[in-house]
């Protein structure tokens, strides 16, 4: 298989993945990030609430679940916040710079979750999201199914569960209808993909939807091989989800632990991994071990794209190598 490693100027691509609790959201931006790496496109890995310093001490407030007081509106601010910063100090800038922005969540979470599944102002969630976008618009969303709403939260809540994830049954129905709603409503930027099949299926169907903005894809989803390997990479919930506080898990620990998305979208082998360990609250984490067993399952895969790998120096990774949205760098 060949594909081609140009280094020719690329246009920014921003692509969303949006979907409720436990829909494969982290897996899937994960295999995409190193495919599209492997081909030799930068790509600026994200998560919402998140992505930036200021966005994290926001995500830890918003997700904690002892603020249980919080009003649905100051739950409303703080996930606006998170995403002005994020889009002012990293997915502009990146875009501006020619790279593959894969966020893990955008506003469309926000209308589902506050908008829905709160029942705030619709009307008023979708300017105040506009505001907080500045004229930055998804290029396509993939919105992951998962096989039930009940489902997907067994997956997402193994090690305990977030404020958000202890919202209640009735609420991420609301919350899943919604996107539903939302897919039906604008089909041509936001593509639903079910996530009840194996990885590999999820996978190839995520590509199916993205191979008119990389055209690359079309030889991935012709290999009847390229997308097998997903299968065989195990996310071991515990592992990722890092410390526990009597049964809820730690938002503030999660974050590290899962995502991987450093301050300012930036991380390295390294710093990530003293990170993870900067927002460790009395637990210690062994998730260097599982998360070297999925890079290493995915990047087998991601090789299988291309007999140029590995991709170009310099190229950044959200994985292991990203060097790019630091701090200040905007
Ligand atoms: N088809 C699938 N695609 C992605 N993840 C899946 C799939 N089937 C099962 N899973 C499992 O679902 C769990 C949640 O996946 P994750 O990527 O963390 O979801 P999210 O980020 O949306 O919460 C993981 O344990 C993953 O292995
Ligand atoms: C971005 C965003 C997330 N959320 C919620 C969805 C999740 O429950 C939570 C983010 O936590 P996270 O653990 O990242 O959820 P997931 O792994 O399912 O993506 O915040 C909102 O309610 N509104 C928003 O605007």
């Known amino acids: 298989m060949t594909c081609n490693n140009a280094a020719e100027a690329q246009k920014g ?20 990030s190193q495919t599209l790496e492997a081909m030799g496109r930068e790509v600026v890995c994200l998560r919402e609430p998140g992505g930036t310093s200021i ?10 679940p002892r603020n249980d007081v919080m009003a649905d509106e100051c739950e409303l601010m703080i996930y606006l916040a998170a995403r002005a910063q994020l889009v002012a100090q990293i997915v502009k800038p990146a875009l501006e710079r020619g790279a ?57 809540t193994v090690e305990g569960a977030d404020r958000l994830e202890a919202a209640g049954d009735a609420f991420h129905e609301r919350v899943n209808a919604a996107f539903a709603q939302m897919a039906a409503e604008e089909p041509e930027r936001m593509r639903t993909v079910r996530s009840a099949s194996k990885k590999s299926d999820t996978a190839r169907a995520v590509f199916a939807e993205l191979v008119d903005l990389f055209p690359q894809f079309e030889e991935c989803l012709t290999s009847p091989t390229f997308f ?12 990722r989800s890092g410390a526990m506080e009597g049964g809820a898990r730690s938002d503030a620990t999660e974050d590290g632990a899962r995502s991987g998305m450093m ?18 609250e009395g637990g210690i984490r062994s998730d260097a071990t599982e998360d070297s067993a999925l890079d290493a399952a995915l990047t087998g895969a991601s090789a299988k794209a291309c007999d140029e790998v590995p991709p170009r120096a310099g190229v950044s990774t959200c994985v292991s190598k990203n060097a790019l949205a630091k701090e200040g760098d905007a």
């Open 263 to 280: 301050e300012g979208g930036a991380r390295s082998d390294v710093t990530e991994d003293s990170a993870r360990s900067d927002v460790m």
């Open 55 to 64: 966005g994290e001490q926001l995500r830890a407030v918003v997700l904690d």
């Open 228 to 239: 097998k390997s997903l299968d065989g990479a195990q996310v071991v919930q515990g592992a």
């Open 13 to 32: 691509a921003f692509i969303t993945f949006e979907g409720g609790e436990g829909a494969g959201k982290t897996t899937h931006i994960r295999f995409l």
């Open 100 to 156: 593959v922005v894969l966020c893990d969540r955008f506003s469309d979470s926000t209308m589902a979750y506050q908008g829905f599944g709160r029942g705030l102002d619709r009307d008023l969630v979708r300017r105040a999201n506009d505001f907080a976008c500045q004229g930055i618009r998804p290029d396509r969303t993939i919105l992951l199914v998962p096989p039930s709403t009940r489902a997907g939260l067994a997956r997402a």
